[in-house]
């Protein structure tokens, strides 16, 4: 999760994807959170491609944010990473969501499915 601090499961939530100070990498199994957070600094300036393929890099299966553009959903779900979005308030809420299935899947690579319009 992208996050405005290094305050673990008690940090904010960034806005976006790209542009946040730290990324929270958080472990989830069978609806349960196995191990502490790891907190992973992002460098300032550091591109959205780059970022995505640090927390793959780290086995992040699932992305959860507030919100993030087409162009950074498409980067993410192209990892095959999954996509949440909705997420508000700290880490810790965002799992909380995450777990309880209120989050939005956006992890569909083509999710017009012929119905959009350009």
Not at 105 to 116: I, Q, Y
Request: proline residues 3%.
């Amino acid at each position: 999760m992208p996050a405005i601090n290094n305050a673990g499961m008690d940090a904010g939530l960034h806005d976006g994807f790209t542009g946040c100070k730290f990324a929270i990498v958080v472990n989830v199994d069978n609806d349960r959170i196995k191990k502490d957070f790891e907190a992973v600094p992002v460098d300032e300036g550091t591109d959205t491609g780059r970022l995505v393929f640090t927390l793959k890099g780290k086995g992040v299966e699932a992305v959860i944010v507030k919100s993030l553009t087409e162009r950074e959903r498409q980067m993410i779900a192209g990892t095959g990473m999954q996509v949440h979005v909705g997420a508000v308030g700290t880490v810790w809420d965002a799992v909380r969501s995450y777990i309880d299935g209120r989050l939005e899947d956006r992890s569909d690579l083509n999710p017009c499915e012929g119905h959009c319009h350009g």
